[in-house]
C-alpha cells in the first residue's frame, strides 16, 4: 500500500477520478473543489493538498485539503490507508481544525490524529434526479442581481451563525465573490413581494452540482420558501444538463431532512465533521 501526494488537482484526478466516481454522490465535496481548484489553485489564498492511497495500483482512499479548512476525507476502501493519510498530514501540518467525511472513516481518522477530537457536525448527503414542486407556496425565483449584495452578504453572514457555529468560520463576503467569479457557480433568490431566501449552488462534477447553503432568515421560516427555492433551482440545474443534484444536511435540524424529502431528494449517506484542539 502506497500514499501518493499530488501536486496539483489535475494531477489528483488523473489518479483518484475513476475511484471517486464510482461513488460519485458521496464525493461530490471533493469532485467540485478539485475540479474548481484545477483553473484557481489558490482559491482559499494558500496551495490545496492532495494525496491518494493506492494498494496494487487501485486507489482505496483519498483526502485532501484547502488551508485553513478541514482535511476532507473521501469513503476509504482499506483501513490502512488512514493510517497512511494521517501520518502524511501529519508531516505536513502542525496541526488540523478538524477533518470532515464519511461517517465511519472521519471517526476512525480522529482516532488517530494527536489533537483532541469531538464530533461536531454531524450531515447527510443528499442526491436528487428528479423534483416534487411544493404547491401552495406564494412567489417566484430569480437569479441574484447586484442590488441583492448587501441583503446575501448578511443573509450568509446569519447562516454561518446559525449552522456552522463551530469551527473555521466562512465570512459573507469572501464567499459572494467566490461563488459569483466561479463558471459553475451562482445564487438564486426566492421573491414573495420582497427577497424572503437565497440558495447558492456549485462544485461541479462529471454529472451533478451541489446546491447550498439555502437560508431564510426565522421570521420568514414554516411558509415552504426554502422548499420552493430549492425545488425550482433543482429543476432549473437538472434541465440545464446535470443528472444529480446534491447537497448536505444537518441531522440536527430534521425539518430540513424532511423538506428536502419530499420535493425529491433521497439519502445517500452520512458524513461527519469532528472538531480538533
Not at 482505496?60 to 502524511?88: E, K, Y
Amino acid at each position: 500500500m502506497q500514499l501518493e501526494r499530488h501536486r496539483d488537482a489535475t494531477s489528483f484526478l488523473e489518479r483518484a477520478r475513476d475511484f471517486l466516481l464510482e461513488r460519485e454522490a458521496q464525493h461530490n465535496l471533493i469532485l467540485g473543489l478539485s475540479e474548481r481548484l484545477r483553473s484557481e489553485p489558490r482559491l482559499y489564498g494558500e496551495d490545496p493538498y492532495f494525496a491518494s492511497v493506492s494498494d496494487g495500483g487501485h486507489v482505496v482512499g483519498v483526502s485532501m485539503r484547502t488551508p485553513p479548512h478541514n482535511l476532507i476525507l473521501s469513503m476509504i476502501d482499506d483501513d490502512r490507508a488512514l493510517d497512511l493519510i494521517a501520518q502524511d498530514a501529519q508531516e505536513l501540518f502542525d496541526s488540523l481544525p478538524g477533518v470532515i467525511g464519511p461517517k465511519d472513516p472521519a471517526a476512525k481518522f480522529a482516532q488517530l490524529w494527536p489533537q483532541p477530537a469531538e464530533i461536531g457536525i454531524q450531515q447527510r448527503v443528499y442526491c436528487a434526479s428528479h423534483v416534487v414542486p411544493p404547491d401552495g407556496v406564494s412567489g417566484s425565483m430569480r437569479a441574484y442581481e447586484d442590488d441583492d449584495r448587501e441583503l446575501v452578504v448578511g443573509w450568509m453572514d446569519a447562516f454561518v451563525a446559525e449552522a456552522l457555529h463551530q469551527g473555521i468560520h466562512e465570512d459573507g463576503a469572501a464567499w459572494l465573490e467566490r461563488n459569483l467569479a466561479g463558471s459553475d457557480s451562482g445564487i438564486a433568490l426566492w421573491l414573495d413581494g420582497e427577497p424572503v431566501s437565497f440558495a447558492g449552488y456549485g462544485g461541479l462534477t462529471p454529472n451533478g452540482i451541489r446546491i447550498g447553503p439555502v437560508y431564510t432568515p426565522p421570521e420568514l421560516r414554516r411558509r415552504g420558501y426554502a422548499s420552493a427555492l430549492t425545488a425550482d433551482l433543482t429543476q432549473m440545474l437538472l434541465d440545464g444538463g446535470r443528472q444529480f443534484c446534491f447537497l448536505f444536511t444537518d441531522l440536527a435540524n430534521p425539518t430540513s431532512n424532511s423538506i428536502y424529502q419530499r420535493i425529491g431528494y433521497e439519502p445517500v449517506s452520512d458524513a461527519d465533521q469532528w472538531r480538533f484542539g
